[in-house]
């Protein structure tokens, strides 16, 4: 569970330092905050399914993805109501 919760804070951490990175190649910070607002966002359904018909379902590595990926749309959706 550690490292879901590694790889979920920093897949919404960091896309939030693109915010700074496209102000300053002059985006206006709204813009900025909507594109880094959209690489948060994931589809666990539809990761789930591929894995599923792949057969890796069970496995430890998927479990991580799982994890990380429901925790960052949960951190996704708490940052962005703000």
């Known amino acids: 569970m550690i490292g879901s919760f590694t790889v979920g804070s920093l897949s919404v951490i960091?896309?939030?330092f693109v915010v700074v990175?496209?102000?300053?190649?002059?985006?206006?910070?709204?813009?900025s905050m909507l594109f880094s607002t959209a690489?948060?966002?994931?589809s666990i359904a539809i990761s789930v399914q591929v894995l599923t018909e792949l057969?890796?379902?069970?496995?430890?590595?998927v479990r991580l993805i799982s994890g990380a990926a429901?925790?960052?749309d949960i951190l996704a959706i708490a940052t962005?109501?703000?």
Request: glycine residues 6%; negative net charge.
């Open 80 to 82: 962005s109501s703000r």
């Open 21 to 31: 990175v496209l102000t300053l190649f002059g985006l206006d910070a709204l813009e």
């Open 14 to 16: 960091l896309p939030f």
């Open 39 to 42: 690489l948060t966002a994931t």
């Open 70 to 72: 429901i925790l960052d």
């Open 55 to 61: 057969g890796k379902i069970q496995t430890k590595e």
